[in-house]
């Protein structure tokens, strides 16, 4: 208590930031109980890392947390992480609903994290967050890095239009930041984050992540990928400049991806990052015809990692290169992707020829069927 006392009352003058690691419990609730005998404002910022307890006792914190919010007792809040443990879905809408409440006035809120939340908890805090009347104007920041990557379908779609209701309505004009897993999502859900994508009020989005994309029992992948490909190639993710897919299988899938990656409308992007994907040989051809300055001609960063391409993928590259003309690549990584020796005269003709000249580093880490001689 006179901690959150001395800190909500100005006892500190020179005091501008406050950095807080809690767990929510009992203790916590004693915390928030001397914020609201003050209130923290700017110029001083406040970030909160909750630490979740145990099962029952978390709420005690979240519930008091979220009633000083909605008092308007910590204008100043800067960023809020919801770390370990897991909310409860009444939690997760207290939460939500007190950061847009129409007295928190969070107009320095520049960043949500959620870490190893369930389903239930994510979609009830996104729920609550786009139910309440306020806008979150200086929010650049919100990630979602769940534990459980395979959704509940109706839990990830309530997700989806959550968060297409606070992008497409203006309520996170300032968001640059954004990063989801989709597995389970359906076609439902991905329309409704599709429309967000799609939405003149995404344009300042300057990095996205979109991961678990088909990789988890989705009953209709193709489908799926073809509305986000759609949204990819809307003209409103004007801005974007780093892009990272995860989780992308199966090679008309990763087809009708790049016909939204290649459309001309992401100019803009400068790296470009793929994790866990099934590329294999046709899929290299695939990304050799999206891998063109005309389509990506602001292109410096490529990353394929851990994504199956082996000899044929990384070679279809190449070979691409050669007849094509390359973005401006400098940096090229294709680790852990059961590469031999097979593709190192490919390369050194690349890189005897210049075809790009722009090139300062080409990865290969993790290839351990390519021996040390060769390296």
Not at 84 to 92: E, I, P, Y
């Amino acid at each position: 208590v006179a901690l959150g006392e001395v800190l909500s009352t100005s006892k500190v003058p020179s005091l501008h930031s406050v950095c807080l690691h809690w767990k929510g419990n009992q203790s916590f609730r004693s915390l928030c109980k001397g914020f609201s005998r003050g209130s923290i404002a700017p110029p001083v910022l406040l970030d909160i890392y909750f630490l979740l307890a145990e099962e029952g006792e978390a709420s005690v914190g979240v519930t008091r947390f979220a009633e000083v919010v909605r008092e308007g007792k910590l204008s100043g809040l800067r960023k809020v992480s919801v770390e370990h443990g897991q909310l409860s879905r009444a939690d997760g809408a207290a939460l939500g609903e007190a950061l847009t409440h129409s007295q928190a006035a969070l107009n320095c809120l520049e960043e949500i994290y959620m870490k190893d939340q369930t389903p239930d908890g994510t979609a009830a805090f996104l729920s609550g967050l786009s139910r309440g009347p306020g806008s979150l104007p200086a929010l650049q920041s919100l990630k979602f890095d769940n534990f459980y990557p395979n959704g509940i379908q109706s839990a990830q779609s309530l997700s989806a239009q959550s968060l297409s209701a606070l992008v497409s309505g203006g309520r996170v004009p300032s968001l640059k930041d954004l990063k989801v897993k989709l597995g389970g999502i359906g076609q439902e859900g991905m329309q409704a984050f599709a429309a967000a994508l799609g939405s003149p009020r995404v344009s300042a989005l300057r990095r996205l992540d979109v991961l678990n994309l088909t990789r988890f029992h989705s009953a209709n992948p193709a489908a799926e990928v073809g509305i986000l490909s759609g949204a990819l190639s809307s003209g409103h993710l004007r801005r974007l400049e780093d892009f990272l897919v995860g989780g992308l299988g199966r090679i008309e899938n990763v087809r009708t991806f790049c016909v939204g990656l290649g459309s001309g409308k992401l100019s803009p992007l400068r790296a470009l990052h793929f994790w866990d994907c099934r590329f294999g040989g046709e899929g290299g051809r695939a990304l050799s015809e999206l891998l063109v300055a005309e389509k990506l001609p602001s292109l410096r960063t490529l990353v394929v990692e851990g994504s199956a391409l082996r000899d044929e993928g990384v070679t279809a590259l190449i070979e691409g290169w050669l007849s094509r003309n390359p973005p401006p690549l400098q940096h090229v990584d294709v680790g852990y992707n059961q590469l031999t020796d097979r593709v190192v005269n490919p390369l050194l003709k690349l890189l005897a020829l210049q075809r790009l000249p722009a090139l300062e580093i080409f990865d290969l880490l993790g290839n351990f069927g390519i021996h040390d001689r060769s390296k």
